[in-house]
């Protein structure tokens, strides 16, 4: 099954047209649509690279070699351009992934190949992912309507992982994604600031988890909307069909 995609192809398209047409910056077309900036900025590179069809719908998920990995990682580090960049030109929807093979590649870990449907990812060796690579993960899988599978895929870790740090993300934000190493002091033993400044945070993460939620509901509504209009043209058409035979 291919990647879901958050923001239609029209929807693309419109803000795209509008920018290039003068009508916005970058950051008033992204405060539109509750994204950033450098999202709107890709589209925009994306459109004058391919024109319309960058934004079509792949019904399939993209096979990655390690090879082919390697050589984008090389032409990344050589200077061959920035992430979004190249995420053009090797045609990949997302410059999220090659970040993360740069990672592994300067960490020395073994970049492998993805291919759809081969090795069990539930069953995938897990690696070591620091706080802030997970907080990357989480946000693409969010970004990507919480397709675990292909997001546990682009960044080489286990189904189980990406779906438990979604979970805990949604619980406790970027802390619930640290490791058990330290011990967090509780509110009661931290100073006034430090307090106030948790209780910011946290209203900030349950103001981000409402929006997602908001979006997924509005989504879900918008499936609902088109059936019913599916559905009451089927019946308009059957309708018509039988008066057309009975004329006959």
């Given at each position: 099954?291919?990647?879901?995609?958050?923001?239609?192809?029209?929807?693309?398209?419109?803000i795209?047209?509008?920018?290039?047409?003068?009508?916005?910056?970058?950051?008033?077309?992204?405060?539109?649509?509750?994204t950033?900036?450098?999202?709107?900025?890709?589209?925009?590179?994306?459109y004058?690279?391919?024109?319309?069809?960058?934004?079509?719908?792949?019904?399939?998920?993209?096979?990655?070699?390690?090879n082919?990995?390697?050589?984008?990682?090389?032409?990344?580090?050589?200077?061959?351009?920035?992430?979004?960049?190249?995420?053009?030109?090797?045609?990949?929807?997302?410059?999220?992934?090659?970040?993360?093979?740069?990672?592994?590649?300067?960490?020395?870990?073994e970049?492998?190949?993805?291919?759809?449907g081969?090795?069990?990812?539930?069953?995938?060796?897990?690696?070591k992912?620091?706080?802030?690579?997970?907080?990357?993960?989480?946000?693409?899988?969010?970004?990507?309507?919480?397709?675990?599978?292909?997001?546990?895929?682009?960044?080489?870790?286990?189904?189980?992982n990406?779906?438990?740090?979604?979970?805990?993300?949604?619980?406790?934000?970027?802390?619930?994604?640290?490791?058990?190493?330290g011990?967090?002091?509780?509110?009661?033993?931290?100073?006034?600031?430090?307090?106030?400044?948790?209780?910011?945070?946290?209203?900030?993460?349950?103001l981000?988890?409402?929006?997602?939620?908001?979006?997924?509901?509005?989504?879900?509504?918008?499936?609902?909307?088109?059936?019913?209009?599916?559905?009451?043209?089927?019946?308009?058409?059957?309708?018509?069909?039988?008066?057309?035979?009975?004329?006959?």
């Amino acid at each position: 099954m291919g990647r879901k995609n958050k923001y239609s192809k029209e929807l693309k398209l419109s803000i795209v047209k509008r920018y290039l047409e003068g009508e916005g910056s970058t950051i008033s077309l992204a405060k539109e649509i509750n994204t950033a900036a450098n999202i709107v900025s890709s589209w925009v590179k994306k459109y004058n690279a391919f024109g319309e069809s960058a934004f079509d719908i792949s019904h399939t998920n993209a096979s990655y070699t390690k090879n082919f990995k390697k050589q984008v990682v090389l032409d990344y580090l050589n200077g061959g351009g920035s992430y979004d960049d190249l995420a053009i030109k090797y045609h990949i929807p997302s410059s999220s992934p090659i970040k993360n093979w740069v990672k592994l590649y300067n960490s020395h870990i073994e970049l492998k190949d993805y291919i759809p449907g081969g090795e069990d990812i539930y069953m995938a060796k897990s690696r070591k992912v620091n706080k802030e690579e997970r907080i990357e993960i989480v946000k693409y899988c969010l970004e990507h309507d919480m397709d675990y599978k292909t997001t546990a895929k682009l960044f080489e870790t286990t189904y189980a992982n990406v779906f438990n740090w979604v979970k805990k993300y949604k619980e406790k934000g970027e802390d619930g994604l640290g490791d058990k190493r330290g011990c967090r002091k509780g509110d009661e033993e931290v100073d006034e600031v430090t307090l106030l400044k948790r209780q910011l945070k946290q209203k900030e993460h349950e103001l981000e988890m409402a929006q997602l939620e908001l979006k997924l509901l509005k989504k879900l509504e918008e499936i609902k909307r088109r059936r019913s209009i599916e559905q009451a043209n089927m019946k308009l058409n059957m309708k018509q069909s039988k008066k057309s035979a009975k004329k006959r």
